[in-house]
């Protein structure tokens, strides 16, 4: 079991950034994709990106249209998410997740998800 805690959320003005922290514990050594999603107030969960073990990241396009960057620190077992440029089409709550695929299908036959973190962008 793979137990992931997200922290960085909080409030922020809008041009402003913020850095997420994803940490796991557990049984991470199947851990290979780690990936960011969001949920806005009465939106589905959408996908922003995902990275492999190896630094290899995959984006969703139209979601954050080049103003965030996700990595990782292996060593730390923590994946993060810098978000840039932020608009208050970003307020949600962003969770973290973890599986053997990567992508926007990530979770298509299940993950592990942390309880997420909210952050709210005001204009």
């Known amino acids: 079991q793979v137990q992931l805690v997200e922290t960085g959320g909080g409030l922020v003005q809008a041009g402003g950034s913020l850095r997420l922290s994803c940490a796991a514990s557990?049984?991470?050594?199947?851990?290979?994709?780690m990936g960011w999603f969001r949920q806005a107030p009465g939106k589905e969960r959408e996908f922003i990106a995902t990275i492999t073990w190896t630094g290899e990241s995959t984006y969703d396009p139209d979601s954050v249209k080049g103003r965030f960057t996700i990595s990782r620190d292996n060593a730390k077992n923590t994946v993060y998410l810098q978000m840039d440029s932020l608009n208050p089409e970003d307020t949600a709550v962003y969770y973290c997740?973890?599986?053997?695929?990567?992508?926007?299908?990530?979770?298509?036959?299940?993950?592990?998800w942390g309880q997420g973190t909210l952050v709210t962008v005001s204009s």
């Open positions: 557990g049984r991470t050594f199947w851990s290979y994709i």
């Open positions: 997740a973890t599986s053997r695929k990567d992508g926007p299908s990530m979770c298509s036959q299940g993950c592990s």
